[in-house]
């Protein structure tokens, strides 16, 4: 028996030596948006790139309405935030590729992280913030083109993500000192149903609300009160961790503002949150045990032994982890040098 279990442990362990750090692209914002860029092209496969928008837009679509939503989407760039548009239209000129097939693109993505996250405070005080990204439909396509992203201002780190080529949101993120931010999708919808959103009410995508928030906030409850207001075009978790003790929360929203707040509690024993995609107060389904993993790794990891190696161990757990898991990030604003992304290339049992 002790020699079959330690075969097992061998033959896991060798498994996780395919994991791979993604690229890391240096985003200026001081360059006018349609050259920001320009270094992701250094980085990937500009001829795979071209095929992402076909490749996913029409796996969710039909081909005669991925022609009639074109439509839509040309008008709609009248509505869209003017940064975020050009760099899309500069990611088109770089590559070769049709603006309107990357802004649905964009609004694919917005539908699409089905994913587990937690926010922990150790005994000291310390916040910890570590998500995984799942994406079951196209996990072999996306693994290949996830990026770690700085985004420099006068030459220093403004703010930090992980995200795909191609994707001008971001659904995980770290303001250094300041406040970590990941974001789970929450209903069911259709990525054109987000479009009707964005065109209709004139709200912005949620991803891009994540992003807005890392260059803008000045601080954890800036941050807080951003993602609990703005408007969004769908429902999603912003998950959000600080550098002061207490300072982590699970933000459940509705498009027109937070429908609840659940904030860590250590004084009553609260020092994790841990979501998944379903709101914490209903009962988790059973073909889900995501979330149900993750807490019995952390109690039996323990508040006193919480650190980023044990919580990427916790997001490494059978279950919490899976075959449809794209990356696991692990970060804490306070130490924000130590920000770690992994991309899982066979994803986990």
């Known amino acids: 028996m002790k020699c079959c279990l330690a075969l097992i442990h061998l033959t896991l362990a060798a498994c996780c030596y395919a994991d791979f750090a993604p690229p890391i692209v240096k985003v200026s914002l001081d360059e006018p948006p349609k050259e920001r860029w320009a270094p992701l092209m ?10 992402l928008p076909s490749l996913i ?24 935030p003017q940064d975020y548009l050009s760099e899309i239209q500069g990611l088109a000129s770089l590559s070769g590729t049709d603006s309107t097939d990357i802004i649905l693109l964009n609004f694919g993505y917005e539908i699409s992280a089905y994913c587990t996250s937690i926010v922990a405070q150790d005994t000291n005080g310390r ?33 930090r993500g992980t995200s795909y080529a191609g994707y001008v949101g971001l659904w995980t993120g770290q303001s250094a000192n300041n406040f970590t931010i990941t974001g789970n999708a929450r209903l069911a919808g259709s990525w054109w149903g987000s479009v009707i959103w964005a ?25 807080l009160e951003r993602l609990s207001n703005v408007p969004i075009i769908n429902s999603v978790y912003y998950i959000v961790g600080g550098v002061q003790p207490g300072e982590g929360a699970v933000v459940t929203r509705d ?40 807490i019995k790794a952390l109690n039996a990891t323990g508040q006193e032994n919480i650190n980023l190696d044990s919580l990427f161990k916790v997001l ?14 692990v970060m804490s604003a306070g130490t924000p040098e130590k920000y770690r992304t992994v991309v899982r290339e066979h994803g986990c049992n």
């Not at 279950?319 to 794209?326: H, L, Y």
């Open 57 to 80: 837009i029409e796996s969710f679509v039909p081909s005669w309405l991925h022609q009639a939503i074109r439509l839509v989407i040309e008008t709609l760039e009248d509505y869209l």
């Open 316 to 329: 490494s757990v059978n279950v919490t982890c899976r075959r449809s898991t794209i990356y696991t990030t």
């Open 255 to 294: 498009p027109w503002g937070s429908a609840d707040v659940w904030s860590l509690d250590p004084p009553h024993g609260h020092w994790f949150r841990v979501e998944s995609n379903k709101d914490h107060w209903k009962t988790t389904p059973e073909d889900d045990e995501r979330r149900k993993s993750a």
């Open 127 to 159: 916040i910890y913030h570590g998500r995984n990204m799942d994406f079951p439909l196209f996990r072999d396509i996306l693994r290949n083109v996830t990026v770690d992203i700085l985004f420099m201002k006068d030459a220093k780190v403004a703010y």
């Open 42 to 51: 250094e980085v990937i496969d500009v001829s795979y790139f071209r095929t």
């Open 199 to 223: 065109f209709i009410c004139k709200f912005t995508p949620a991803s891009w609300l994540l992003r807005h928030t890392l260059a803008e906030a000045a601080s954890y409850h800036d941050a």
